[in-house]
């Protein structure tokens, strides 16, 4: 079956450090998008790609990258890791045309010491 | 993007019906309605949309009103299994839209 999966589930990190988080999908989705989610707050766009070679800045994208050299992946790096970027980190893809759901990941907790 | 409002938090006796609200009044014309739902700290869950007609799948119903500027998506009959908090959100059709923008959400509870 097809499926989106987050790599590694759990980490911890130290402040300065660079981080990829990773993020593969099976279906062949064009778009997929990164997303965090803080404590009692929802998910918020941290960057999005529409296809390869294109990317995207969400809401909350400072100090987070992402490349998009293939279909199948979209990592996102975190160039010197803050105690702030401490969260839950949530991969998403969905097919285009429009008119389809969205399939999560299962989620990344990242944590930055 | 169209911006949804939500009540914060719901509760729902299990067996009953839910209804969840949203108020989505700047909604255009090439805009649907999502709802998705996200069970403690699990990914988000899609559950169904629409554009203007109702819709129903095996998981709920959706209601939009003629205007668009609300909808109520309805659990026929809550289990303690759907307690979570549930989102609604507008969506683009257009290629620059696609993007999936969550607001607050409702927390809802399933009491026994």
């Known amino acids: 079956d097809a499926e989106i999966t987050q790599s590694p589930r759990h980490k911890i990190t130290e402040t300065g450090r660079q981080v990829t988080l990773a993020c593969h999908q099976t279906?062949?989705?064009?778009?997929m998008f990164w997303y965090r989610q803080d404590l009692g707050h929802g998910l918020r766009l941290i960057h999005y790609?529409?296809?390869?070679?294109?990317?995207n800045k969400g809401e909350v994208s400072d100090g987070y990258s992402v490349s998009r050299s293939n279909t199948e992946d979209l990592p996102l790096t975190l160039e010197s890791a803050a105690s702030s970027q401490t969260s839950v980190y949530f991969c998403?893809?969905?097919?285009?045309?429009?008119?389809?759901?969205?399939?999560f990941g299962q989620g990344t907790r990242l944590t930055v010491v | 993007d169209a911006k949804t409002t939500q009540p914060p938090s719901m509760d729902c006796a299990e067996g009953r019906a839910a209804n969840l609200p949203c108020n989505h009044s700047?909604?255009?014309?090439?805009?649907?309605v999502y709802w998705y739902r996200q069970i403690h700290s699990q990914g988000p869950q899609y559950i169904i949309h629409?554009?203007?007609n109702n819709e129903t799948n095996e998981m709920a119903s959706l209601i939009i009103t003629e205007d668009r500027k609300s909808s109520t998506l309805i659990l026929p009959h809550a289990t303690l299994r759907d307690t979570a908090v549930y989102y609604c959100?507008?969506?683009?059709?257009?290629?620059?839209?696609?993007?999936?923008?969550f607001g607050q959400g409702t927390r809802l509870t399933i009491n026994p």
């Open positions: 959100i507008v969506r683009g059709i257009y290629q620059g839209a696609q993007k999936l923008v």
């Open positions: 790609s529409y296809g390869v070679q294109d990317t």
């Open positions: 998403a893809s969905s097919e285009s045309p429009w008119n389809t759901e969205a399939f």
């Open positions: 700047t909604i255009s014309g090439n805009e649907y």
């Open positions: 279906w062949n989705h064009n778009n």
């Open positions: 629409g554009l203007k």
